[in-house]
């Protein structure tokens, strides 16, 4: 999953990295979506960064995004 927002630069490149790779995720707009900021704040130890990237499959999740 990628908690971020439409305007926000890391948000934008983590996403296009993504499909370029052919990862499947799940994308949350969290100005858009209250609940999906509620999640983004609560696997960021409330911190107001995106985009937070939640990967289930190994339990890791990765504040910001750097394209590394």
């Known amino acids: 999953m990628i908690f971020g ?23 949350i707009n969290v100005d ?3 609940h999906g900021l509620k999640k983004l704040l609560e696997y960021s130890n409330d ?13 890791s999740v990765e504040i910001g995004y750097t394209g590394e």
């Not at 926000?8 to 799940?26: E, G, L, M, N, Y």
């Not at 911190?47 to 339990?59: A, K, L």
Request: aromatic share 8%.
């Open 47 to 59: 911190q107001h960064i995106v985009p937070v990237i939640v990967n289930v499959d190994e339990d």
């Open 5 to 27: 927002k439409d305007d926000c630069p890391h948000t934008q490149k983590a996403v296009s990295d993504f499909k370029k790779q052919h990862r499947s995720f799940i994308y």
């Open 32 to 34: 858009k979506d209250p």
